[in-house]
């Protein structure tokens, strides 16, 4: 009987042993069949504003024009599509297509908060349909107030404040209209809209000032933004 039970559990031993490497091998062939499928990738970029020194995605806001390309990835190269048909879609609607079409332009929605779904399609490549489709997201544009000031607290005699814009329909700053406020008033003078000068000669220490941006593009209803900021006189 006893070794009746070892037989058994030798026996045991030896399936779970064939068992997790039959896996291992079906797993590694499946991993190597999804790393040689041919893989679809777009990119894009908003055609919006943003300071110089931004170095991330342009986001598209309402009416902003998208530049969206797409590329293929096969066996460990890039694809040339030049002579592929390619289709484009927004929404689930057809937008465009033709021979060699790895890019597109289109306009975003009227009114921030929308998601576009973009596809792009090869309808014949190795006898198969291969797509991809991403989501481009319509953000409200910024109104951002720069300040050398993390913890709030401002000192001196005078301190600078400066006005950033993100995601405006707009090529320059100069295109853009800016007013600011300080607790709730304009400010008596201004040299440039794209900086603050705030006077605190006569502001007594541990008083709380409230400094506001407001930004928009001219003749575009939905384009505006507004920051308020509140800072404590040291």
Do not use: C
């Amino acid at each position: 009987m006893r070794n009746h039970h070892i037989h058994h559990v030798l026996t045991a031993f030896l399936v779970a042993i064939i068992a997790g490497g039959v896996f291992l091998v079906m797993h590694r062939a499946a991993a190597q069949t999804a790393a040689t499928e041919p893989r679809l990738f777009i990119t894009w970029r908003a055609d919006t504003y943003a300071p110089a020194y931004f170095s991330g995605k342009l986001m598209p806001t309402g009416n902003s024009v998208v530049n969206a390309s797409v590329g293929l990835f096969d066996d460990g190269r890039f694809v040339d599509l030049s002579m592929r048909q390619i289709y484009w879609y927004l929404n689930g609607e057809f937008a465009a297509g033709g021979v060699g079409l790895q890019r597109i332009y289109f306009r975003t929605p009227s009114r921030p908060g929308d998601v576009v779904a973009l596809r792009a399609q090869l309808p014949d490549y190795r006898g198969k349909v291969i797509l991809k489709t991403i989501s481009v997201p319509v953000v409200f544009p910024e109104a951002v107030i720069e300040a050398p000031a993390p913890i709030g607290k401002i000192t001196g005699d005078s301190f600078l404040f400066f006005a950033r814009p993100f995601f405006f329909n707009v090529k320059r700053f100069s295109d853009l209209v800016i007013s600011w406020q300080i607790n709730g008033q304009p400010p008596e003078f201004t040299t440039e809209p794209e900086t603050l000068a705030l006077d605190l000669t006569k502001t007594s220490s541990g008083a709380t000032v409230g400094v506001a941006l407001d930004m928009a593009t001219p003749n575009r209803l939905f384009e505006s933004g507004r920051k308020e900021l509140f800072f404590v006189v040291e």
